[in-house]
């Protein structure tokens, strides 16, 4: 490591203490970017990369709210407005009882690369609470997502700050939102996105992150001549990014095998088909059940349980051609990533944040593996976010085949992005390098045109 990232990851840690993944965030860019300043020092004398460290704003707010029993809770609410410099702050709002700050402030600063790779006009941002909609009642959430909006809509606008979805955010919430935000403004505007088709909602928006992440794996194929025909897959998670990665890799000739959640995984040597992934997606998104239930009616595939005590997912120890992690942050450590190499894996797209701990990228990278980042990877969704608030702007809808055209060519000329700029860097092949400098070169030029604000 350099003295440079040394001196900056000292003063990352000093000023925003027991915040893990956040200095896991900062340090990969920061190494990134190391081999820019090398060559042009103007973004380091102008501390670009230490002003974007800093949120612009963070907000920090109580949600009280009754349940239907009368019962009085109490959650944390969160926005961190990370940048601005590029468009108004873009990005998901999370619900599970993990969120704290740390994860909001590592999964804001991915957000301003992402955005910018994109080529649309956003800058980055990311919220939630450690409120657990699991296994909760609809009108439990509506009562929680109208006291959370009570405070957000102070904060938020459709030319401020735009949220969406994330993990335990989809469409039902987000309708709960955007319904209080519309009460309290008395306005209808495009200040969420992820709405509803009939409500201002784009199509496509719901499959995006996972038909993106399977485009750039295409992407990344191609420069080798392969393709996703007949490949075997590995999916992580089986919430909205794992079932629309599964749904396009069926789509093209590829044969998804494993689906998760945080009780277990399953495995299925014939393939997830067209017909076992309509179950999983009414089971998990209409009945709101868990993954294990795959194995009550497709008897010949296997559930194996989450055993805390290991030190490697068993998930990713399955023989196989790619790997799609798409769950949460950290679910492939440097085990698993031996694992997948061992098992034959070229290619690891990363539908998820942050999915891969360090070491288990450097073992990707040391192994000449095509890996993909998510901050790359899975831009898809803020993508076809961006698409969502365009035709609102408009007043106007696309349809399906437009936006989905729209989707495969900025998830191509991101992946061109990133290919592009590994290779004037002298890291061919290093997507990690390409997204990074390729992500902050938009950012720091607008910061240094707009002055030190
Ligand atoms: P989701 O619909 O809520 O699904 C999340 C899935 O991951 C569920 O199967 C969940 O299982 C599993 N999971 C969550 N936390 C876990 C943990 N700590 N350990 C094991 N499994 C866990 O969320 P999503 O929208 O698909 O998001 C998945 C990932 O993609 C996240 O990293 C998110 O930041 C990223 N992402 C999402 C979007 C988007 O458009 N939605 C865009 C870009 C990136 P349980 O049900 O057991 O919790």
Redesign the pocket.
Known sequence: MSDYVNELMAMVKAKHPGEPEFHQAVMEVAESLALLFEKHPEYRTAKILERIIEPERVIIFRVPWVDDQGEININIGYRVEMNSAIGPYKG?LRF?P?VNLGILKF?AFEQVFKNSLTTLPMGGGKGGSDFDP?GKSDLKIMRFCQAFMSELFRHIGPNTDVP?????V?GREIGYLFGQYKKLRNEFSGVLTGKGLNWGGSLIRPE??GYGAVYFASEMLATKGKTLEGKVCLVS??????QYTCEKLIELGAKPVTL????GYIYDEEGIDREKLKFVMEMKNVRRGRIKEYTDKYKHAVYTPTDPNLDYNPLWNHKADCAFP????N?INGKDAQNLVKNGVFCVSE???M?TTPDGVNIFLDNGILYGP?KAA?AG??AVSGLEMAQNSMRYSWTREEVDNRLKLIMKTIHRTCYDIAERFGTPGNYVNGANIGGFLKVADAMIDQGVV
């Open positions: 998901g599970h993990s999964l699991k969406a979805g994330d993990i335990g989809g995006a992150t998670g089986s919430g909205n990014v794992a998760s959640d945080s009780n798409s769950a949460t942050q679910e539908g998820a944040n999915p998510g899975n969704g803020v």
